[in-house]
């Protein structure tokens, strides 16, 4: 994989497996300016997931990514959040195949990290590469 987009493309066939169960809206075009990359529903309500990629883990004192959650993505995900439901982010390291999913409010109000920081948070969920149980466990179908 090169880019979020191929990792979302991949991602969401992952996810679109899981219908009828739940059903997986992949947003994408130029007028979604910080809505969540995917809206999922099911029994037990919905999710908002905005994911991030990288390639590989940069420097301890680096910035985790390159390109950070915006101010309309963390907005959105407080909306999806305040409605009742989940709201998380994710972040996928294509090099060690790593996933690690946070929790909306966990996530800074600059929409980064220190890449330090990031591994020493206790409150990132650790998944394997391209797992959906987490998220099909809060959907109420896992």
Known sequence: MKTENDFNAVYGKKLRVLQPKIHVVKISDKFTDGLSDFLLFGPSGAVALENKFIKKWPSDNAKLLI????????????????????AYGMVAIDDS??????????????????????????????????????ITTVLGVG
């Open 97 to 134: 195949k790593e996933m690690f999913l946070i929790p909306y409010m966990n996530i800074p109000s600059t929409g980064n990290w220190r890449t330090k920081d990031f591994k020493d948070a206790s409150h990132i969920i650790e998944l394997e590469w391209l797992d959906t149980g987490h």
């Open 67 to 86: 390109h950070p959650f915006t101010g309309s993505q963390l907005t959105f995900l407080e909306s999806i959040w305040l409605s009742g439901n989940r």
